[in-house]
């Protein structure tokens, strides 16, 4: 397996710009999580799945923030409109029950946003 | 309340020398613990998981629960572990994890 897949590496947009991340979880995992790594806050846990269904949503920050899994294969996670402080990493990680839950981590996506 | 408390920010060692990263957690059931580990720009890793009871690295870590505490050691730091260091807590059945605030570890020759 590839491991985590994220696209884009890296994206450098303006501010008020629609900004949209992709993952690709490992194949079997049925948990998605995706977190946000800034210096200032560290690692946040913005939101995440279970068999495709949102779980807890209590970490994205604002209604601008918003995410789907249409299948067990694929997630997005959007920001509309976007704002300078916004940039961040942001990782997405998959896990299930099988694998005792251990998180494997996509290589993330450095958003900035100008 | 689930809490993980890693009370240094930055741990500053000379290789050779031992290291030992605190992680105390607050959990009212069974906990299951884990040490991640995340070099510069990279992905976050798992390092080890108290159920595994293993050495990664030269790392060990001993789950204590009557002091709540998940410490990480090493005997003698090396260049290559300079990295920041998360524990983590997993809090759900659908394997949600509370992370640290993390630890950054600089070992200096």
């Known amino acids: 397996d590839a491991g985590v897949i994220q696209s884009p590496r890296h994206e450098v947009t303006e501010m008020g710009q629609e900004v949209t991340l992709r993952c690709k979880p490992i194949s079997g995992h049925n948990s998605l999580f995706w977190y946000r790594q800034t210096m200032m806050r560290g690692l946040e846990l913005l939101i995440y799945?279970?068999?495709?269904?949102?779980?807890?949503d209590s970490g994205m920050p604002e209604d601008r923030f918003s995410a789907k899994m249409p299948n067990a294969s694929f997630s997005t996670l959007k920001i509309q409109p976007s704002e300078p402080r916004d940039s961040a990493v942001y990782f997405c990680a998959s896990s299930s029950h099988r694998g005792r839950y251990e998180q494997y981590f996509g290589p993330g996506t450095r958003l900035t946003v100008t | 309340a689930q809490r993980v408390t890693q009370p240094e920010k930055l741990l500053s060692v000379f290789k050779g020398a031992p290291v030992e990263l605190k992680c105390n957690y607050s959990y009212s059931g069974s906990p299951e613990l884990f040490w991640y580990v995340q070099y510069s720009r990279q992905r976050l890793q798992l390092l080890l998981r108290h159920i595994s009871r293993e050495s990664i690295k030269g790392f060990t870590a001993d789950l204590n629960k009557g002091e709540t505490s998940f410490h990480l050691k090493k005997p003698f730091a090396q260049e290559e572990d300079s990295a920041m260091y998360y524990c983590a807590l997993l809090t759900d059945s659908w394997g949600k994890l509370q992370f640290g605030a993390g630890t950054q570890v600089v070992v200096t020759p």
């Open positions: 799945f279970n068999n495709n269904v949102p779980i807890d």
